[in-house]
């Protein structure tokens, strides 16, 4: 394989794609990927994302890591899947486990889970 090396930045987010160049399919993952976890997180995050792949063929292994800057301390999440949209719900959820404990301390009580469609979504109580 071939190392590639693919960046893309805005203001408060900074994407590194290593080893593959990404398809438009994957940059919509990604895109929608970033967008919830910004909705998500604290206000006026700065967002550092890397997507690498490793192996050939039919035994791919795409790889994540997300790292959060923001007034409320840093987030840090990583994951790796064969599938792209699978490693982008695993980064999303382990995203939400952190924030909803950031927001229940900021809150200052605790969290309880309900489970929609295997999302865990917290509410404060």
Known sequence: LISKEFNVFTENVSVNYRGFQPTVQIKEIVGALLDEIL???????KLKAQFAV????????YKGIIEIQ???GPFFVKAES?????LAHKLLKRSRRQFSKWK???IGGK???????????????
């Open 54 to 61: 490793e192996g050939e063929y039919n035994h791919v292994v």
């Open 104 to 106: 229940a301390r900021k």
């Open 70 to 72: 923001s007034g409320a």
């Open 82 to 86: 064969s599938q792209i949209a699978d």
């Open 39 to 45: 909705l998500e997180g604290p206000s006026f995050s």
């Open 111 to 125: 969290a309880r889970a309900h489970h929609f469609e295997d999302l865990d979504v917290y509410e404060a109580i």
